[in-house]
């Protein structure tokens, strides 16, 4: 569609990705100006300005930002890794598992300190991690990525009758934030936790991206990828664990916040094709974009109240993607 | 670059008999040598064996006088160029990215593409003849010219040596020739070349080596002359044909050709 070289194309999103991030700072309940925004990043100008910026708009862009590049770069990954072009990093159970997690500890009136929730989630979605691997695994030594999506399906069927369960005995608060919780919303973002999500990013996105030119093997078949010189077992082991581990940070910090690993990867290559070596980046760069957007579109259009983040992006990308994929269906 | 193997078993699990019930075999460097026998015979096991993606219960393997388990997938990588069967990409790819994909076991995770790796594509696509496809996308290829992109992979690998299972299944005549016409070329060059076909007459002709396989054990190894003898082809495959030479012209003259008579050819 736009032919441009790979790195041209990666300098376009980073464009893009600071132009969102500026707009997600300006907008919401008080509109700012490019230069108050400066100013205030700097420490100058309005007290209260200084405040919602750095304190509020600041730290909820770079979360969102954060959650967007981690869902879209595992959703890429499940993706190339499972073969199968309806995986998202949701797809072996690692949000439901992070939904049991959040919903025992909001059940138990664990929520506390803002760090119960989040911390139970991530526990609960590395707990579904090595179930599922436990299950597939079991079924053979070889870890079979059609048993390993069994496996993650059963899992998370079972992991949401527990969640239906526990949300038969709630009381309405409980119920009410679990719910909130399981849409998705980046309502609760502060530093600390943008500096947990890191945490798991960084390195994660490191070792993907160095997984980036076995992956590509391993999607045209398994065993070319071997004949070609790849260690399958443990290129699948290393880009599943990352893959699971990144979207549990960012499930644990911001809810299950759907589409954006499903369909970012997808956008990226109807435009660009999918090699990983430039999918992975780039589909991190526009998850990183596209759901700043989304959240700023929720912060905005109801004002006072927000919408569910999770309602944003399918009502924003549903329509976008369906009108990408009418225009180049053979594509795909 | 050859192999060897020796005493080779192996059982798929759940399986009540060996696919490989005691194989010892000797793949000459420099030649080629075709694989045949009848369906479930255990030639792609075999292949599967020799090429260490599938482990045998007993026996051992040797590649260039060194045991398969020695080899490491990089290093059997920058030897050995495979062409397996029953690839489909799930995502969209073009011709170019698939061919240079060969280069992975000389480039790595991180190295870009140099000279010498662009040079190789370049060699690799021009021997198989798929230049002119290079931009096309795989799923708009037909079933031949996926077949030529993928020994094009194979080639980029820059190997010693060669494996193919069943290169030209479901290819038409010229598609087929075409293949077999370039493994003799390859092969005269001083590749290693080793098929799994169950075309008995192209292998007669195009192989230096036939080893028939039967029921998980070597039949028969040798020229072909020596291993296309009517009874035994006759026994291995349970119909019958009658063996005749190839009638020429061109460098196959008098190869002998297998010849499937009707059911009423038994009298």
């Known amino acids: 569609m736009i ?122 979605a590395v707990v579904a991690m090595f179930v599922v691997f436990r299950i597939a695994a079991g079924a053979g030594p070889a870890l079979d990525t059609r048993t390993l999506l069994l496996a993650g399906v059963v899992a998370s069927a ?117 090699d990983n070596r430039f999918l992975l980046p780039a589909s991190a760069l526009l998850g990183a974009s596209f759901l700043m957007l989304a959240d700023a579109i929720a912060r905005t259009v109801a004002a006072p109240a927000e919408l569910p983040l999770g309602v944003v992006t399918a009502f924003v990308g549903v329509p976008f993607f369906a009108w990408l994929l009418r225009r180049r269906p053979a594509a795909l | 670059m050859g192999w060897r193997a020796a005493n080779l078993v192996f059982r798929y699990p759940g399986a009540a008999t060996n696919a490989l019930d005691g194989v010892t075999l000797d793949v000459p ?3 080629c040598t075709a694989l045949i026998g009848p369906n479930g015979a255990g030639k792609s096991t075999l292949l599967h064996t020799l090429l260490g993606t599938l482990t045998p219960r007993a026996g051992e393997v040797w590649l260039e006088s060194r045991p398969l388990a020695e080899w490491t997938r990089v290093a059997m990588a920058r030897r050995v160029g495979v062409v397996p069967q029953g690839e489909d990409a799930p995502f969209p790819m073009a011709v170019r990215e698939l061919v240079a994909m060969g280069r992975y076991p000389h480039l790595g995770a991180w190295r870009r593409e140099g000279d010498r790796d662009r040079r190789a594509i370049a060699e690799a696509m021009r021997l198989a ?39 030209t299944v479901a290819l038409d005549i010229q598609h087929e020739m075409t293949i077999f016409e370039l493994l003799r070329t390859l092969s005269r060059e001083g590749r290693t070349v080793l098929l799994v076909t169950h075309h008995l007459n192209l292998a007669a002709r195009y192989a230096d080596r036939l080893v028939l396989m039967h029921r998980g054990r070597v039949a028969a190894a040798g020229t072909p002359a020596e291993v296309l003898v009517r009874e035994r082809v006759e026994a291995v495959y349970g119909w019958p044909v009658a063996i005749v030479p190839h009638p020429g012209p061109g460098p196959d003259a008098g190869a002998p050709q297998v010849v499937a008579l009707s059911a009423a050819g038994r009298l």
């Open chain 1, 158 to 274: 079972f992991f949401n009758a527990v969640i239906l369960l526990a949300l038969t005995f709630a009381d309405a608060e409980a119920f009410r934030s679990a719910i909130f919780w399981m849409m998705g919303s980046t309502a609760g973002a502060s530093w600390p936790r943008v500096l947990a999500l890191l945490v798991y990013l960084v390195p994660g996105l490191l070792v993907l991206l160095a997984l980036a030119r076995p992956l590509n093997l391993m999607a045209v078949g398994e065993r070319t990828a071997a004949y070609l010189g790849t260690r399958v077992a443990r290129t699948r082991l290393l880009a599943y664990a990352t893959a699971s581990l990144v979207t549990a940070a960012a499930v644990a910090v911001s809810g299950a916040i759907g589409f954006v690993g499903l369909v970012i990867p997808h956008v990226v290559r109807l435009l660009w094709g999918s």
């Open chain 2, 129 to 167: 003849d798929v230049e002119e496809l290079a931009e096309r996308s795989l799923a708009t290829l037909s079933g031949g010219e996926r077949q030529r992109a993928r020994l094009a992979r194979a080639l980029a690998q820059e190997p010693a040596a060669l494996a193919l299972d069943e290169p």
């Open chain 2, 29 to 31: 460097p420099g030649l």
């Open chain 1, 3 to 124: 032919r441009l070289r790979p790195a041209a194309r990666l300098l376009l999103l980073v464009v893009l990705l600071l132009v969102t991030f500026l707009l997600a700072v300006r907008l919401g309940a008080v509109r700012l100006e490019v230069g108050q925004v400066l100013d205030a990043v700097l420490g100058r100008g309005d007290p209260t300005t200084v405040a919602i910026v750095r304190g509020l708009r600041l730290p909820r862009a770079v979360q969102t930002a954060l959650v967007g590049a981690a869902l879209a770069i595992s959703g890429a990954t499940f993706q190339a890794l499972l073969r199968n072009a309806l995986a998202d990093p949701y797809v072996l159970g690692v949000s439901s598992g992070a939904a049991v997690g959040a919903v025992a500890a909001v059940g138990f009136g664990l929520a506390v300190s803002p760090w119960t929730v989040p911390a139970a989630a991530f526990v609960g």
